[in-house]
């Protein structure tokens, strides 16, 4: 564990700020148009709901930290939220328990491993590696206040409505699709539980856990979610605060490590974004201060990350200034 000791120092934050927003309004219709023609990709099917989804499907849109909105293709197309969760029920359960709590029962370390992997499990004595993953999802999502599944579950749903600005629509037939298919997920919870990671029924964690993936968003609800953790917890639209700017960090912290799954380094490097993705063909990426980014096209890369969004993206980095890592020379005044 890194040590820190923050007691006594006032910390200060710089973020910048977004072009006006007619700049902001060109340069996300011009990154879906350049983008739109992209073929490549496979669209999931090992959930068969999803192998329905129309790979033509594009949505961009961009949420800055101001509450403007700029939306492009299909961006009001909804979709299950899928992996994309987690990066929010992790935010409220640090806001329920608190950074050191949540750290010590889910961790923050990349696993290099596949998104649902039972080995980075094993491998670490049960202890999940972050909660990117979906044996660390399982185990955010046990943390989730409520007396019973129900009781969580309703906690979780509030809670990413509350991020979105509006009650977020559940998606029977979706929820239905991958109880059918989720062997692996409740191996992972009963392994979990085996370990003494879990408290409640293994299988039932799991089943909220599957309803919360289930809830429907498009991309314009992904930015702006994305733009409340960009806006220290306060989310931009609707004005109200949903988690503290602490939180907000910690989250952001984490997803930037473990957002893309084992291609989360290569990301980082390329595009200098927090970011996370959804096997339905989402990705939300926060530049802290300034806002988000919300892409929706199901065509997956063999990550499973969807080809078009990454694309928009990081069209929208490089032309935005969004990289966190990236800086020119101070103008200093001639000697």
């Known amino acids: 564990m890194i040590p820190t000791d923050t007691e006594g120092i006032d910390q200060a934050v710089a973020t910048g ?35 329905a989804a129309d790979p033509a499907l594009f949505g961009l849109a961009v949420v800055d930290a101001t509450g403007g909105v700029h939306d492009a293709g299909d961006a009001l197309h909804p979709f299950s939220i ?91 037939d979706v929820y239905h699709s991958e109880i059918q298919t989720n062997e692996r997920n409740r191996a992972l919870g009963r392994l979990l539980g085996s370990y003494g990671r879990l408290t409640g029924d293994s299988d039932e964690i799991v089943d909220v856990y599957t309803r919360q993936c289930s809830l429907n968003v498009p991309a314009h609800d992904l930015a702006v979610m994305g733009a409340t953790l960009a806006d220290g917890g306060v989310n931009p639209v609707t004005g109200r605060r949903v988690v503290s700017a602490d939180v907000c960090r910690d989250t952001l912290a984490v997803v930037a490590a473990s957002g893309l799954y084992e291609r989360s380094g290569e990301w980082l490097f390329e595009i200098g974004l927090p970011a996370k993705s959804g096997v339905s063909g989402g990705i939300v990426a926060v530049a802290p201060g300034k806002g988000a980014a919300g892409a929706f096209s ?34 200093r005044a001639e000697e």
């Open 82 to 172: 899928q992996s994309i969760s987690k990066m929010f029920v992790y935010a409220l359960a640090i806001q329920e328990h608190g950074h050191e709590t949540v750290r010590d029962i889910v961790g923050v370390n990349n696993t290099g491993l596949s998104f649902n992997s039972v080995m980075a499990l094993e491998l670490n004595g049960g202890h999940p590696m972050n909660p990117m993953v979906n044996a660390g999802a399982i185990a955010t999502t046990a943390l989730m206040p409520g007396a019973d599944p129900d009781a969580k579950w309703e906690s979780i749903r509030d809670g990413l409505s509350a991020f979105a600005g509006r009650e977020l629509p559940f998606d029977d």
């Open 298 to 331: 199901p065509p997956l890369d063999s990550a499973g990350n969807s080809v078009r969004a990454q694309l928009a993206i990081g069209h929208l980095s490089r032309s935005l200034g969004l990289n966190l890592f990236a800086s020119a020379p101070m103008t």
């Open 17 to 51: 700020a977004l072009p006006g927003w007619e700049r902001v309004e060109e340069l996300v219709l011009e990154a879906h148009r350049r983008h739109s023609g992209e073929a490549s990709g496979e669209v999931a099917d090992y959930i068969p709901i999803l192998g």
